[in-house]
T-cell receptor
């Protein structure tokens, strides 16, 4: 069965620090990859997605992610975080042998002002 | 509608009672999903509807859980004889096709079983 792993469960950063959240998936075939964000008290929102083409994907609010097929990874990055980036971040993967997204366990990010 | 609508937003129920959670997906979205998010946990898949096909119920944790989707639109998740471990946020999402397009999520229903 496909799985998605997020190894960082909690991350604490100061404002202006750089961010990288890890995501690895297990499926070896064609996958679509996603990062979702859940701000405190809000619903899950799509940050960015990768289907094909350029492995460096840019999303909203200055976030980007890089698909590295050889490492089965899709890490999320942001050069300089803000306090407003405090949220929980979920990586998800879809492959067409299944019908739904498989989500990682989430990473809680706290940015200290 | 403009987004995925879930009701109620909060539900407190006594152990042993039945509850119904409602989801109204984005108009035209053929796929509808239910997930459960427990405190400190990720998203646990429950059930998936695609058009008029038979639903994928492989994620339902017990036979106390059931769901239906009427007319290819609104869905209701029913939990019978609720237990304290059913306490969680129940999320509904819809997608224009398969999950490969990504989902639009509702705000969820926070269920507390006391």
């Amino acid at each position: 069965a496909q799985s998605v792993s997020q190894h960082n469960h909690h991350v604490i950063l100061s404002e202006a620090a750089s961010l990288e959240l890890g995501c690895n998936y297990s499926y070896g075939g064609t996958v679509n990859l996603f990062w979702y964000v859940q701000y405190p008290g809000q619903h899950l929102q799509l940050l960015l997605k990768y289907f094909s083409g350029d492995p460096l994907v840019k999303g909203i609010k200055g976030f980007e992610a890089e698909f590295i097929k050889s490492k089965f990874s899709f890490n999320l990055r942001k050069p300089s975080v803000q306090w407003s980036d405090t949220a929980e971040y979920f990586c998800a993967a879809y492959h067409n042998a299944g019908n739904m997204l498989t989500f990682g366990g989430g990473t809680r990010l706290m940015v200290k002002p | 509608g403009a987004g995925v609508s879930q009701s109620p937003s909060n539900k407190v129920t006594e152990k042993g009672k039945d509850v119904e959670l409602r989801c109204d997906p984005i108009s035209g979205h053929t796929a509808l999903y239910w997930y459960r998010q427990s405190l400190g946990q990720g998203l646990e898949f429950l059930i998936y509807f695609q058009g008029n096909s038979a639903p994928d119920k492989s994620g339902l944790p017990s036979d106390r859980f059931s769901a239906e989707r009427t007319g290819g639109s609104v869905s209701t998740l029913t939990i019978q004889r609720t237990q304290q471990e059913d306490s969680a946020v129940y999320l509904c999402a819809s997608s224009p096709g398969t999950g490969g397009y990504g989902y639009t999520f509702g705000s969820g229903t926070r269920l507390t079983v006391v």
